[in-house]
């Protein structure tokens, strides 16, 4: 890590400070045997400097001393000692070391070292001299630093460095980002801050003339106000100009070149304002041997450029020996040692001990209360525009109303102060508030913060409900005849299989024979000695045997049937709602249900009823990326009259219903599907003979089987839209 020597800055104006009396003061203790500063020489030995200061008593230890690296100085406190020079400042100009000041504050003497550059230094007690050696600093690291600031250094042999495209963007976090696209990632970069300004220089880098611009970005809601682009000799000059409190990180991707703007937000807790997370301040390195809190404390603050009002009550010496530990953190090092805390408005600190900033603070608050108490009210209307004056009021005054009698916790959730009141005109919409003049600022930026127009949302719902259906029958029948039977019932015999319905026969072709209800078509086309016709849907196969004479007649039929088909059920619901406002929209019926209850013996028939609908119901919230939150229900509710239960004459059918319930974030004008239900219903049934039927391959003419086959599947579709506040309709 580098090494930086650090430490409390030169008190260079004390001299003028020191009165008549007060130097006559150090006349006289310099009279009374108290040790001196007689003598300094300096010497120059290639890059070291060597500096002796002679006293006329020995000392034991050498002087508490300090580095400072800007402006570069070694300073040395000389406790007990006083100036006996005869002068304050002694020009020397030995390499590196260009003058020295000799500062006498009461029976304390400073001596400082100005210097061109930072300088290591090492001090030595012989007799009743003390020997300062300064010796450089390995430039190394100072090398390194300065390249991180530069990003590339320029290389003379390469040409033809160019910017190719330049756009501003806005961050996750509110920052202001500047992208810039080279030619080539060995462009040399210096970037630095310049006034409020923070400019970077594309060394020997060209500027197409469409790029020469200044934008204004100040739409994109950022710290950065504008970003100005313009060539320099045969530099690229990019400007860009924040506002308030503001940092910045640089990086570069290859051929990119990214600058991002930060805002700072202040935090009274830290002396060093940034979004770092510890300890920001300049490093320094302190050897400090029971030297004053009051002065290292001001001149701490006065490095990490802040103005410091230090309490009179701060006393007592301290003794550090650091190395390389930030500004900042020397200054808290100091406060947990000493019981000391800080406030800080701006750039201004006041420190002083604990005990006395909460006195303080405490008798601050108690008299702003008084203050309160015994200020005079005011009263002042405010004119909603979408807000209810009544609701507002209702908000003012907190959980328990705007009477002061309440008692609890409502008291302390008021907006309004104790003695204000609120009072609501729902006719104009104007909300009349009396209290103290602090109060009704805070009243009025709330009042114009919650009194906007809600933006409203378009939900659009296509709820698809598909269906497809597959049946398949197949079958064949065998039968025999014989028509010249005298009797019916002794000279009939056949064997069917498979059956039909009554409703699939034409009855108008069978012939009255005393038969009271037809079972199979074989058999009533023996009993009426004709053929009876299959039913319509299908194909059907007959085959019949018989002789010269037609007494005898073998009949054989096959029967294969084989049906698809598909449906669709397309609901579209369409509701408008504001933002985070609960919207529903139903369209059905409601079925009757009967139900019976029995007492003493009778009966009592009772009817509710059920609700059959198709319903949408949703809460949207518009995010700050442009997108809807949606908390979404969705329902299709029908009766299925195929499965109805019969109950003292009427049907109770049962309710298919299917919801979808969840939340999703879709784009502004996007689609989603949020759901979809799947039902499949297979079934299969063989008719057949028994013992006939189960004959291998035979078995087929004595048995008839039927597959029915549906599948149905709800799919539902979201598209939201924001609508505009400058749409019309025309």
Request: glycine residues 8%; contains cysteine.
């Amino acid at each position: 890590m580098k090494w930086v020597k650090y430490a409390v800055a030169a008190w260079m104006g004390c001299a003028a400070l020191v009165s008549g009396a007060q130097a006559e003061e150090a006349k006289a203790t310099a009279s009374a045997n108290a040790n001196a500063i007689e003598a300094i020489n300096t010497s120059r030995n290639g890059n070291e400097i060597a500096i002796k200061i002679d006293l006329n008593k020995h000392m034991a230890s050498p002087p508490a001393s300090f580095a400072v690296s800007n402006p570069p100085k070694v300073a040395l406190d000389f406790l007990g000692t006083v100036n006996a020079l005869g002068k304050n400042t002694q020009q020397v100009n030995e390499g590196d070391l260009r003058s020295l000041n000799v500062v006498q504050v009461g029976d304390k003497t400073r001596v400082v070292l100005n210097l061109v550059r930072s300088m290591n230094y090492n001090t030595r007690v012989d007799g009743n001299s003390l020997y300062v050696t300064l010796t450089p600093i390995e430039r190394v690291n100072d090398v390194a630093a300065e390249r991180s600031q530069r990003f590339q250094e320029a290389n003379p042999l390469s040409t033809g460095h160019a910017v190719r495209d330049l756009v501003f963007r806005r961050g996750k976090d509110g920052e202001g980002r500047v992208v810039v696209d080279l030619s080539d990632p060995g462009t040399a970069i210096d970037i630095r801050k310049q006034g409020a300004n923070l400019v970077v220089d594309f060394i020997k880098t060209t500027l197409p003339e469409n790029l020469r611009r200044k934008l204004d970005v100040t739409d994109f809601a950022t710290p950065v106000l504008a970003v100005e682009t313009k060539p320099v000799g045969q530099n690229t000059r990019l400007t860009i100009s924040p506002k308030g409190a503001w940092e910045h990180n640089a990086y570069q991707a290859d051929n990119q070149f990214i600058v991002e703007v930060k805002q700072i937000v202040e935090d009274p807790n830290k002396l060093v304002q940034g979004t770092k997370i510890g300890y920001q301040g300049p490093r320094v390195s302190i050897n400090y041997q029971n030297g004053d809190v009051r002065a290292l404390l001001r001149l701490m603050a006065e490095e990490l450029g802040l103005n410091a009002v230090i309490s009179e009550t701060v006393t007592g010496t301290t003794t550090l020996v650091l190395k390389d530990v930030p500004a900042d953190q020397v200054i808290d090092i100091i406060f947990q040692q000493k019981g000391l805390d800080m406030r800080k408005k701006g750039n201004i600190i006041m420190i002083a001990p604990r005990d006395e900033i909460a006195t303080r603070e405490k008798l601050d608050f108690e008299s702003r209360q008084q203050i309160r108490e015994l200020e005079p009210l005011q009263t002042e209307q405010f004119a909603l525009n979408y807000q209810k004056a009544g609701e507002v009021a209702a908000l003012l005054a907190g959980p328990g109303g705007a009477s002061e009698a309440e008692a609890g916790s409502s008291a302390s959730q008021r907006i309004l102060s104790k003695r204000g009141s609120a009072v609501a005109d729902k006719q104009s919409n104007i909300l009349f508030v009396s209290d103290i003049p602090t109060k009704l600022e805070e009243i009025r930026a709330f009042i114009k913060t919650i009194d906007v127009g809600a933006r409203q949302v378009l939900i659009e719902a296509r709820i698809v409900e598909a269906q497809d259906s597959f049946q398949r029958e197949i079958g064949a029948k065998l039968g025999l005849t014989n028509s010249r039977a005298s009797n019916l019932g002794n000279s009939h015999w056949g064997v069917v299989g498979g059956k039909l319905s009554p409703s699939q026969i034409d009855m108008s072709k069978v012939t009255d024979i005393g038969v009271t209800q037809p079972t199979t078509l074989l058999t009533q086309a023996a009993m009426a000695g004709t053929n009876l016709p299959l039913p319509a849907k299908g194909g059907n196969l007959a085959l019949s045997l018989f002789n010269s004479s037609l007494t005898r007649i073998l009949n054989l039929e096959i029967a294969a049937m084989e049906g698809d088909g598909l449906g669709k059920v397309v609901s579209s619901p369409r509701v408008v709602t504001a933002n985070n406002v609960k919207a529903k929209i139903e369209d059905g019926t409601e079925i009757p249900y009967v139900t019976l209850q029995s007492s003493g013996g009778t009966s009592t028939a009772t009817v509710n009823f059920k609700a059959a609908k198709l319903s949408l119901e949703v809460v949207p919230q518009i995010t700050p990326e442009g997108t809807v939150s949606m908390n979404l229900i969705v329902k299709k509710e029908e009766a299925d009259w195929t499965k109805a239960v019969v109950l003292n004459g009427y049907a109770n059918p049962p309710i298919k219903s299917s919801i979808v319930e969840t939340n999703v974030v879709v784009d502004n004008g996007g689609t989603v599907v949020i759901g979809g239900v799947f039902i499949t219903d297979t079934q299969r049934n063989v008719e057949k003979v028994p013992l006939l039927g189960d004959i291998p391959a035979l078995g087929w003419l004595f048995k008839y089987r039927k597959e029915d086959s549906k599948r149905r599947e709800l799919l539902v579709f979201i598209t939201p839209r924001i609508i505009s506040d400058k749409m019309s309709l025309n």
